[in-house]
């Protein structure tokens, strides 16, 4: 793969971002018509079934907080920042590991999956960084008048 492949990959896995953010709040609609997807935030379902059960309906705003937080990490990851992988992987490993509880084991192979995805971009963002490294060598030489 060229750097700019390289890099749209990276952006490509970030985007599993935007889908978990997404899919948690699809939950969190389909909650308020008393039915749920497996796809999205455990955590997301835990607060939306804890706020209903105290008011009676659902609070979008409280629910929309967790799912905007990994909008806010797929931003970040998109521009190949490799901690904001990190972290996303590791939030979404805990909610993973809160389906275990619930015993949503297609839930949990959704999260495996995901993971995967999170994991093959982050390795590339070390592929594209050795990519950008030999693309700097090789202006640096060409300016310097040294071409091999």
């Known amino acids: ?6 890099a749209g990959a990276v952006k490509s896995a970030a985007n599993w971002f935007y889908w978990i953010a997404a899919l948690s709040f699809l939950n969190t609609l389909l909650l308020s018509k008393g039915t749920y997807f497996i796809m999205g935030l455990a955590f997301t379902q835990l607060v939306d079934g804890m706020v209903m059960g105290v008011t009676g309906e ?3 705003f409280v629910s929309a907080i967790v799912p ?10 998109g521009r190949l920042m490799r901690w904001a992988f ?7 490993l805990i ?3 809160m389906y ?12 495996a999956y995901v993971l995967y995805r999170l994991y093959v971009g982050y390795k590339l963002i070390t592929e594209y960084e050795a990519l ?6 090789g202006t640096e030489t060409l300016h310097d008048g040294n071409v091999s």
Do not use: C, P, R
């Open 86 to 92: 990190i972290l996303g992987a590791v939030l979404y």
């Open 100 to 111: 275990i509880l619930f015993q949503e084991w297609l839930a949990i192979l959704f999260h």
């Open 58 to 60: 659902v609070n979008y």
């Open 68 to 77: 905007l937080l990994f909008v806010g990490i797929g931003v970040l990851a």
């Open 95 to 97: 909610d993973g590991l």
């Open 132 to 137: 950008k490294q030999q693309l700097s060598i």
């Open 1 to 6: 793969m060229n750097i700019d492949e390289t």
